[in-house]
């Protein structure tokens, strides 16, 4: 496919599409269900709502913001695992039974270490029994087998590395934070949300969360969890305090991650904005890497690059907006037009932002668009839209994420 310009019509297009995603994520919303936790179990209403008005009272030495703030850190870098479902039944059933052994990790975090032989034993006796429950779906839905698996990451067996980098990085970042305070001979009751919330906007904050060099979790987490995280602050609980539009709804860059990837593929989405070619020379796309052989798509290669063929000057001057006030990236007016920041874009000034696209990713790449050969398109809700599925089926059949 030659490159072409991305002219009126086809941003209407492309539009359009996320529009479409956007508002079915507002229908299927996508929320970790934390109101049965044991920590948590006065900050809900009787319809499951979070108490809002009550975020800043005590409980404890911190504020239940903090200590909201506290567990979606840590489920943020959990997250990344392969089975979601099972991920978080982990970190709900170890998180309630930790607290009832009076581990309260959350409002104490060096309880987690020095009670290592019950959170460690809380591992892996709640992972045999999630294992137990969902390794034949997953492995059905995956085309794998269910002895295959696991939710420990990297492919490790290990516990101990498990339980001391994936939840021990995370639990000591409030704890470092408020020794910090002390040496200062300052108080805080949300240090943890102080320190989020200190910098120019979500998206600087996502950043910030990986790459600082005191309180950074580096390759603890990835950017897509980053980005899930400011999701989660920003528009599914509505934990943030600032009210600016650095810290709204747009604020933030969508969390690219394999439902992402397939969806924007397929539908041609992304094909509006890279030929193949360019697709291949950033890796993005990688030739046969794939399962069965079929060609690979790794979205989150497409960090940081540019389309630079966008004619429509007032698609521009809005994007100039979102990059200097919203997201705060740029100072001045860029030069370039990042891929991963179109979609703030687009919906800037609708009522829909980026949590609601996110979820509507997670809900149709998890219940139609699969990442294998027979994926549930007929039912699709954005068919009439997909590219693949109308005129080029090759963007379904020999490509995987």
Sequence with gaps: MKKQSLDIMNI?????????????GSENANVPLIQDLFPFRHYFNERNELIQNKLSENDGLWTRREILTRYLFLQAVLDQGPDIIGIR????????NLYQNEVRFLHKPLDFFKEVGISVDEILSNHEKIKNIR????????????NRYNLFMDNSKQVLG?????W??????????????????????????????????????????????????????????????????????????????????NSYELPFDSNVGRVLFRTGFLLELATVKDLESWTAIQKNAGKGGKHYIRVTNLRGRS???????????????????????????????????VFNAFLKDEKFGIGELDDGMIHIGTNFCRNHDVPLCDECPIKNMCEGFNNNNELIDEYRT
């Design 12 to 24: 209407y297009k492309c539009k359009e599409l996320i529009l479409k995603i956007a508002e079915i």
């Design 89 to 96: 039944q982990l970190l709900r059933d170890v998180t309630n």
């Design 135 to 146: 390794a034949e779906d997953w492995a059905k839905e995956n085309k794998s087998t269910p």
């Design 162 to 166: 498990y339980a001391i980098y994936r």
């Design 168 to 249: 021990g990085v995370p639990l000591t970042v409030p704890y470092l934070l408020e020794k910090d305070l002390q040496k200062e001979n300052k108080i805080s009751t949300e240090p943890l949300v102080d320190f989020l919330e200190s910098f120019a906007s979500s998206e600087i904050m996502s950043r910030e969360i990986k790459d600082n060099l005191r309180y950074g979790l580096g390759k603890a987490i990835g950017d897509k969890a980053a980005h899930l995280f400011a999701k989660w602050y920003v528009h599914t609980f509505k934990l943030c305090k600032n009210k600016n539009v650095s810290w709204g709804n």
């Design 307 to 341: 389309v630079q063929n966008i004619s429509d000057e007032k698609f521009k001057e809005v994007y100039n907006e979102i990059a200097i006030n919203y997201l705060k990236t740029k100072k001045r007016a860029p030069k370039n037009i990042e891929i991963q920041q």
